[in-house]
């Protein structure tokens, strides 16, 4: 019983012990070589009282060097707090200074704003419309034409804007000059052509040094007649030029060097202005043509077929009623016309009845009739179809459109403007067609009856000769 008490008892003493060293090893990571506590076995009272005795006695050793630190840790704060108190009040008294002193700048610069604002007087008006007046033209500089023989104006006007916006600065007469002088510029250039080297681009982004010519603030060529557009300060040639006579006289423009010449100039606007843009961007004959279609192209493909066979069948009745012609001052038939071959029936067999004779003649100017009235009726089924062939072209057209806003929607009215005139294209194009077709077979129709006339005319004086010479026997 003694032996499992003294057991138990140095084992609460070693778990203290194992406490305590754990304590101290928080505060001291270093630990002294040697047995741990928990390796320490009583094996009487004696020993394990001398156990509780040494704990006790390390324990007394650690706590007090744990007080000692903190003793040593707290005048450390402390020394820390008297510093950072004394910091922040210095911090406050430069705050208050701070304070008094921005006041008092506030109330220096009232003072010198209304100062300078009784020394300017009536200055000061003329000043802002000074920089009214600078801030308009450099905004025309930007855009304007001159700019592109004389670059670099809009960047003084700009920066002295900028010196005239604030308050300490004021411009110099030297500068008040300059503006006027750059003023008096813009109004005379815009009135006159110059002719001078620039940096051009092409369309496809290369830069070339070309001898250009500037028409007032209107529009710019080039010495091979090309409009330049001006942007950014920069000069770039037109990727469309427009077409008609303003190319040529834009050439003729800029190969002359005096005189008078005639010349496209658009004045709405300083960089060419809409109606340039508007005749650029109208589609040429050409491209009118493609934006019909297939069926475009077969309208266009029946009408040449309409025009050619027209003007086939027109030569041969031409020489045709040439022929009858000459058959007409001829007193024998030739089999090489219509009236000789109808003629010829009664020259063959002169002795027919009357009865006989008319028959015959009928029946040779019938067999002749096909052949000189051929491409007739093709000619009139092509006049019929051209615009049934448009209309189609037409609400396919519409259709298509109709398809893309119901898509895109109708937001953008030009484009749908575009569409249905793409549509119509082929209308216009089966009524120029239709039309001619019509023409050119009334022609024909009037050459091919004009000799049927003639021959159904000799063929009954024929019959009606040879009848009364049958009824005088």
């Known amino acids: 019983m003694t032996a499992q008490f003294i057991k138990a008892s140095a084992l609460i003493v070693a778990g203290a012990l194992a406490s305590t060293g754990a304590l101290a090893q928080e505060e001291a990571p270093v630990v002294p070589a040697g047995p741990t506590p928990q390796e320490v076995a009583a094996e009487n009272l004696n020993q394990l009282l001398g156990l509780v005795k040494e704990g006790k006695a390390r324990a007394s050793s650690d706590n007090a060097a744990r007080e000692r630190r903190f003793t040593e840790n707290k005048a450390t704060q402390a020394g820390e707090l008297r510093r950072a108190e004394q910091e922040r009040t210095n911090e406050e008294r430069r705050s208050a200074r701070l304070e008094k002193q921005f006041e008092d700048n506030e109330l220096l610069i009232a003072a010198k704003q ?126 469309r030029q427009p077409g008609g006579a303003f190319g040529g006289q834009a050439n003729e423009l800029a190969g002359s060097s005096s005189g008078l010449h005639q010349f496209g100039v658009d004045p709405t606007g300083p960089t060419g202005g809409s109606f340039l843009a508007a005749i650029i961007d109208s589609p040429t004959l050409e491209e009118r043509w493609h934006q019909g279609g297939y069926v475009g192209y077969a309208i266009t493909a029946v009408g040449v077929f309409a025009f050619l066979l027209a003007i086939y069948r027109v030569l041969v009745l031409t020489m045709v009623s040439t022929k009858v012609s000459s058959q007409l001052k001829s007193n024998t038939a030739n089999s090489n016309n219509p009236l000789g071959r109808v003629l010829k029936i009664h020259e063959d067999k002169p002795d027919m009845d009357p009865e006989t004779l008319e028959l015959k003649m009928a029946e040779g100017v019938l067999r002749e009739t096909p052949q000189l009235e051929a491409g007739l009726t093709l000619l009139k089924i092509i006049a019929a179809v051209a615009p049934l062939m448009g209309l189609l072209g037409t609400v396919t057209g519409m259709i298509i459109t109709f398809q893309a806003i119901t898509i895109f929607g109708a937001g953008d009215p030009k484009a749908m403007a575009g569409g249905i005139s793409s549509a119509l294209v082929t209308t216009v194009l089966g009524l120029l067609v239709a039309i001619p077709t019509v023409l050119l077979h009334t022609i024909v129709n009037g050459r091919a009856q004009r000799i049927i006339h003639v021959i159904n005319e000799q063929a009954t004086g024929i019959v009606a000769e040879h009848a009364e010479r049958e009824h005088n026997r």
């Open 114 to 239: 209304e100062q300078l604002k009784e020394r300017l007087g009536t200055l000061s008006e003329l000043f802002g419309h000074l920089t009214a007046a600078t801030g308009d033209l450099a905004s025309q500089m930007d855009v304007s034409l001159v700019s592109s023989q004389y670059p670099g104006r809009e960047v003084f006007m700009k920066a002295l804007i900028a010196k005239m916006s604030g308050s300490d600065k004021l411009p110099s007469v030297a500068e008040i000059e300059r503006v006027w002088y750059e003023l008096l510029r813009e109004v005379k250039e815009q009135g006159s052509i110059a002719k001078f080297t620039a940096e051009v681009a092409t369309p496809s982004g290369e830069l070339s040094q070309r001898e250009v010519v500037r028409v007032g603030a209107f529009n710019v060529i080039d010495a091979n007649g090309n409009y330049l557009a001006y942007a950014n300060g920069k000069l770039s040639e037109l990727p």
